[in-house]
């Protein structure tokens, strides 16, 4: 089946610094990628949604200059948290779909920012 | 609009017996219906959906789901649970079958099955 892959899988971080988080699909091209974020006990909030070569869409409330998404290569998307700070730790899924119509998730990444 | 609700945060049961997940769902258009399993710190797992057809779907690990239009849920339901089956069960909804569309999830619901 498809895979996706995330890197780093953890991270620490101080506050005030940037963070990447890649996103790939391993065995698939990856038109649209998804990125989710995940509180303690709760759900998966879209973030926003990334077509390959554009311009990143994000969800209401989410602010595209704190997270920059790029989507540059069919099989590579990443999350640059920018200036994190504490109440950005939080747990970063990404998903991914091609030409299948369904979506792989990628494994996640835990974000702490002390 | 698309809306999940997962109206248990918890359901326990014990080991053997049969086990339900609830999930009750409004779509605009036609629903395609998804459930994923999460564990500790992973990402999601795709345990099975529905699009079209038969209401009963069956998926991995022994799971299955009714589709029932008139009621708008989509429960999960095993015939005898798992210790191993413990962790956190999420629903999801999209009103089109295309990978473009983002999943709208429930809150989730966390299994938990006592030997």
């Known amino acids: 089946g498809a895979v996706v892959s995330q890197h780093p899988s953890w991270v620490i971080c101080k506050s005030g610094t940037s963070v990447k988080i890649e996103c790939r699909s391993l065995?698939?091209?990856?038109?649209?990628m998804f990125w989710y974020r995940q509180f303690p006990k709760q759900s998966l909030m879209l973030m926003a949604t990334?077509?390959?070569?554009?311009?990143?869409?994000?969800e209401q409330g989410v602010e595209k200059d704190k997270f920059l998404i790029n989507h540059a290569s069919l099989t590579l998307s990443t999350l640059t948290v920018t200036s994190a700070h504490p109440e950005d730790s939080s747990f970063y899924i990404c998903?991914?779909?091609?030409?299948?119509?369904?979506?792989?998730f990628g494994p996640g990444t835990r974000l702490t920012v002390t | 609009a698309q809306s999940v609700a997962q109206p248990e945060d918890q359901v326990n049961v014990a080991e053997g017996n049969p086990l339900t997940v609830k999930c009750t769902y409004s779509?605009?258009?036609?629903?395609?219906l998804f459930w994923y399993v999460q564990y500790p710190n992973r990402g999601l797992q795709f345990l099975l959906k529905?699009?079209?057809?038969?209401?009963l779907v069956k998926g991995s690990y022994g799971f299955e789901a009714e589709f029932n239009k008139s009621q708008t849920s989509f429960h999960l339901k095993k015939p005898s649970a798992l210790v191993s089956d413990s962790a956190l069960y999420f629903c999801?909804?999209?009103?089109?079958?295309?990978?473009?569309?983002?999943?709208?999830f429930g809150k989730g619901t966390r299994l938990s099955v006592i030997a």
């Open positions: 998903s991914a779909s091609g030409a299948s119509d369904e979506q792989y």
């Open positions: 065995d698939f091209q990856a038109t649209t």
């Open positions: 990334s077509n390959e070569g554009s311009k990143a869409t994000y």
């Open positions: 779509v605009s258009g036609n629903p395609y």
């Open positions: 529905y699009i079209t057809g038969d209401n």
């Open positions: 999801a909804v999209r009103d089109r079958y295309s990978g473009n569309t983002p999943l709208v």
